[in-house]
């Protein structure tokens, strides 16, 4: 063996030991999958919470940011108040081959009207869902709050295709929800994806029944590398259900099997010509670069209702989409994460779908459906970012958030600019500045109670000029341990 050949491979031997010294055991272990065997018992809890809430508000609705983003819990309304209780397990055994949680809220509601023919009174079930996981497959049923963004959660002024701002969806699904490796890449390249079958039961005036298909798919590199890269790719139909328009909409094997493909089917010409039901493509990449107690995160997020769907941003509609950036760390309490967002959909492909016979695929108008006159909203709220609308597609926005802990006092701050445009075929012109302040104290002398107040403006034309307060109480604590 020649010099350059042993040095070449001493070089190796000593770059490979160097990753198995800075990864530990993630170099040498084939699949590191986290799991592990005997789990201390006495880590399960059933917890129980109880809460109150109140908006107050000067204009004919609540605040932007005291309304949105909060799973549907806090009513448009100018005046409504909130009474809840729930108990829940949380899943605690992340290194065990099983785990399980479940949780049951239920939310009952006083508010004043917007409308004449909005009702007063009202409940719901904030959770009702059971989940297991069973090695790396997870399988969900009932109603569950999910967030499927990348950075971080609290900030953002919401995932283009699920959000935080509608309530959850009755579902079942199954997959693999989190990271999980591949076997043999030593944890540096991971996947996770899933199924999911849903019933949007708040029976629109158009379309009753509808059911909506999601699955999704995502690939991460690096693992505990310093540098993070990942990729996720969603697909959502509204299919079947019965239109008082069109009727039955089809709600067989069959339409599902269209629905899943994205084939063309039903009763209906534009069904026949384009696909089947009410389809939306989304596609999100992260670059994430983190050390010990910090990270900051990059993503770009893009929507997709017409076809052929094009990857990393080269469609027609690639100056559309969602960037941002976020930075959050736990070593300094005053500012622990801050968030940056451009959000514009004004391209939409073009101005025109169709012109003279000729289809340009343009005035894309997303959330929108000609059959699904509810759009991609569940319970009149937008299922994906709440700066869109049905009646409000073409948005330009920034958004900036950040919060912290000083001395106990945990705190959100959130302000968003949002130049509105409405559809290419209706434009509708105007803007609107909406600002949140929002602070929580945990008081153990008081009864172990946390306290909440909440202050949120709009200054503008697209709600007018209009000021708001929540104020909130929430008790937490564990029925039993095993």
Request: charged share 15%.
């Amino acid at each position: 063996m020649g010099c350059t050949a042993l040095r070449n491979k001493w070089l190796l031997i000593l770059l490979f030991c160097s990753l198995v010294v800075n990864g530990r055991e993630l170099s040498w272990n084939w699949w590191p999958t986290g799991l592990r065997d005997g789990v201390a018992a006495g880590e399960d809890t059933l917890r129980y919470s109880l809460g109150v809430s109140a908006v107050a508000s000067s204009g004919k609705t609540a605040p932007f940011w005291l309304q949105s983003n909060r799973f549907g819990d806090v009513s448009s309304s100018p005046y409504s108040g909130n009474l809840s209780a729930g108990v829940y397990k949380e899943a605690v055994h992340p290194e065990r081959w099983w785990d399980y949680d479940f949780a049951v809220r239920m939310t009952g509601r006083l508010q004043s009207r917007i409308n004449p023919a909005d009702r007063l009174g009202t409940g719901y079930f904030n959770m009702l869902y059971a989940h297991v996981r069973l090695l790396f497959f997870d399988v969900t049923a009932g109603i569950k709050p999910q967030y499927w963004g990348a950075g971080d959660a609290e900030l953002s002024s919401g995932n283009l295709l699920f959000s935080n701002n509608a309530h959850p969806v009755p579902r079942i699904s199954i997959g693999i929800d989190r990271w999980t490796p591949i076997p043999g890449l030593f944890g540096y390249a991971e996947v996770k994806g899933g199924l999911t079958h849903a019933w949007a039961n708040d029976n629109s005036e158009v379309v009753k029944g509808t059911l909506i298909h999601h699955k999704y798919i995502g690939g991460r590199v690096g693992g505990k590398l310093p540098v993070n890269i990942s990729y996720e790719f969603h697909h959502v139909a509204q299919w079947g259900g019965y239109s008082s328009v069109y009727g039955d909409l089809g709600n067989d094997l069959h339409a599902f099997k269209t629905a899943f493909l994205v084939q063309s089917g039903g009763s209906m010409a534009n069904d026949q010509i384009n696909a089947q039901g009410n389809h939306i493509g989304f596609q999100q990449l992260a670059l994430d670069v983190k050390g010990e107690g910090w990270k900051v995160s990059a993503y770009w997020q893009a929507m997709n209702e017409d076809g052929p769907i094009r990857f990393i941003g080269f469609g027609m509609n690639n100056k559309d989409g969602l960037w941002g950036i976020s930075a959050t760390q736990n070593r300094w309490p005053f500012i622990q994460g801050v968030t940056y967002e451009f959000l514009n959909t004004t391209d939409q492909s073009g101005p025109f779908h169709d012109k003279d016979g000729c289809v340009y695929g343009g005035a894309d108008s997303y959330y929108s459906n000609a059959i699904y006159r509810q759009g991609w909203s569940y319970y009149g709220r937008i299922i994906g970012t709440p700066l869109l609308g049905l009646d409000n597609s073409r948005v330009m926005a920034h958004h900036v958030g950040i919060r912290g802990d000083v001395f106990g006092f945990r705190y959100r701050v959130m302000a968003t600019h949002a130049q509105n445009f409405g559809h290419y075929y209706v434009p509708l012109r105007s803007y609107n500045t909406a600002v949140l302040l929002e602070v929580k104290k945990f008081v153990p002398q008081a009864w172990n109670l946390e306290f909440g107040i909440a202050l949120g403006g709009d200054f503008g034309t697209q709600f007018g000029n209009q000021f708001g307060a929540q104020i909130s109480i929430c008790k937490k604590g564990i029925l039993t341990q095993w």
